[in-house]
């Protein structure tokens, strides 16, 4: 079936412009997740959304990050005003409950 | 989630099998241990996971010690595709004491194995 899929792959934006970036998970599965991999580091978490159940955003580096999942599927991942240090892959992954998660192939943000 | 240590790089010749370790000696009993690959601008890509038993599937075998302490992603005929960022990852399974189910990865460094021809 199919995976998961994110838009757009690649995103240049300019210093200080808002971002959305969009995350359709597996069909069926129950649990989102936003990571963020900067150049030559590793994984980190953002955000996790599990059901009905409220998100866990400790992973959010500021508040200018926010994320909502509609209808219990697809996720919207924001970055107002967005900065420099902003520039990474964004990956979305989901599970159906906590069984495995299955990445999707990320979106490259460049911020100019 | 119990700390990993992998080794930072490994070579594989094509055609050999490739034996990746990884330490993680504060595991817990509740706590599976998973493996993840990273190729060059790709999503990380599930291989496999177990508990406590050695797992095997189409891509890999699964090699838990006794003790759990350590284990071994074995890839039994390595190809230049397999060339890639492999990252050991231990995780909780169930629900955590807070009530929530909570299943985030921690990823670490992982191991960056180069097959050659």
Redesign the interface.
Known sequence: GAG?SQSPSNKVTEKGKDVELRCDPISGHT?L?W?RQSLGQ????LI?F?GN?AP?KS?LPSDRFSAERTGGSVSTLTIQRTQQEDSAVY?C?S?F??G???????TRLLVL | DAKTTQPPSMDCAEGRAANLPCNHSTISGNEYVYWYRQIHSQGPQYIIHGLKNNETNEMASLIITEDRKSSTLILPHATLRDTAVYYCIVRVAGVDPGGTSYGKLTFGQGTILTVHP
């Open positions: 998961v649990a997740y990571y590793g994984l980190e978490f996790y599990q159940s866990d992973g990956l992954a599970s409950r906590r495995t998660q299955y990445f999707g192939p990320g």
